[in-house]
């Protein structure tokens, strides 16, 4: 059977960019990668000549990003749960054409590591998100597609989870040159906006010795998520401010060969909710934008990459207004969670007569069964 997982990813990537996307004018980075590879041959005629299929760290990373912002498409990030989600991620970007990020939550990782595994110190959940990146380095370029690899939301709390994560970055940097993973987000919206961005900046500075990227979050995003539960915080929080975003720019700038991403607060919630009931405002991203501008002094009318948390259940409308802010990558989870069940839910209700025992079905007492209720068949 077909898997609407992939179907319901496939709309998703075509709602964030469609196929103009992906046939904007070549465009020139700040960074030298794209020039550096000029003279190879392009993977991708349609991204710049770095982006090759397979993990995309660095300044191929940079230029990918870059050309998003310019081009006016956002990557669906999508959270993940073991190696099936992992490949329909990338079998549905492969489909479309385009990039895709896959993302590995603090218990996505636990959950792959399995949830028997003793988990003291963060121990399966570190292990898990780094078997899953290993997967997908090792299948993604048979796909021949560009693949993000990237960590979701981690609170002050867990930060011993990165470290672990860190280390192993570390290794394969010293054995590849380039990270094992692409990016990571550091999600400390809870403390002061000093702290938050003092810690991120600490970060920065270990990150960008390995040219992995830093995804930080100002204000908050609601709802409730993967252990992160913001379902009564105040209103106010869900709307970060144009002078936050620009104190965090100018700390994490000041960090040589910094990469980074701001996920700003504009009304976003995890989760699906019945229309009316979430007010998004993409409007603050574009004033953000416009206000950096005219401090910074700069040529660029969008000098932030915002990524859009909540993503789930949105709007076209409010969708591509954001993608016009400058937002790069859209979170995606809770869609593709209720798509996976639905799958599920649809195969079992399609089969259920061969679904009741091993041997017997509609075609015979003794009629085996086993074709039906092979696990790979539902997945």
């Avoid at 059977?1 to 992906?22: T, Y």
């Avoid at 998003?68 to 959270?79: D, E, L, S, Y």
């Avoid at 908050?220 to 992160?228: A, I, M, P, R, S």
């Avoid at 701001?262 to 998004?280: R, W």
Wanted: charged share 20%; net charge negative.
């Amino acid at each position: 059977p077909k898997s609407p997982m992939k179907f319901q990813l496939l709309s998703v990537l075509a709602l964030l960019g469609g196929a103009s996307a992906f046939n904007a004018p070549a465009f020139t980075p700040r960074t030298s990668a794209l020039q550096a590879t000029a003279t190879e041959t392009k993977a991708f005629a349609k991204l710049p000549a770095s982006v090759k299929p397979g993990v995309v760290t660095g300044p191929a990373l940079l230029d990918l990003l870059d050309h998003a912002k310019t081009a006016g498409f956002a990557m669906p990030g999508v959270n993940i749960v073991g190696s099936n989600s992992i490949n329909a991620c990338i079998e549905a970007a492969a489909k479309y054409g385009g990039p895709i990020m896959v993302t590995f939550s603090k218990g996505g990782g636990q959950y792959i590591a399995g949830k028997a595994a003793d988990n003291t110190d963060d121990a399966a959940s570190i292990a898990g998100c780094i078997a899953g990146a290993k997967h997908v380095r090792e299948v993604a370029k048979l796909y021949g597609v560009p693949v993000i690899l990237h960590t979701d939301h981690c609170q002050k709390a867990w930060l011993p989870w990165i470290d672990g994560i860190m280390e192993a970055n570390e290794e394969y940097f010293k054995e590849h040159g380039e990270p094992l993973f692409s990016s990571h987000m550091l999600d400390l919206s809870e403390e002061p906006l000093e702290e938050n961005i003092a810690i991120c900046k600490k970060y920065m500075e270990r990150f960008a010795k390995s040219n992995i990227l830093l995804e930080f979050e100002l204000g908050v995003t609601g709802g409730e998520e993967d252990g992160v539960d913001n379902s009564d915080v105040d209103s106010s929080r869900l709307y970060t401010q144009p002078e936050e975003v620009m104190y965090a720019y100018e700390q994490l700038s000041q960090v040589p060969n910094a990469m980074f991403t701001c996920a700003a607060s504009f009304g976003n919630v995890h989760g699906v909710y019945a229309p009316g009931n979430v007010d998004l405002k993409p409007e603050i991203l574009h004033n953000t934008q416009k206000y950096m501008k005219e401090k910074l002094g700069c040529d660029d009318d969008k000098p932030m990459k915002f990524v859009f948390h909540g993503g789930s259940g949105s709007s076209v409308k409010d969708i591509q207004y954001a993608i016009e802010a400058g937002v790069i990558k859209m979170n995606i989870d809770t869609d593709t969670q209720w798509a996976y069940w639905d799958g599920i839910r649809k195969y079992e209700a399609e089969n259920r007569p061969y679904l009741q025992g091993q041997i017997g079905n509609p075609d015979g007492e003794d009629k085996p069964n086993k074709k039906y209720y092979d696990p790979r068949m539902a997945l």
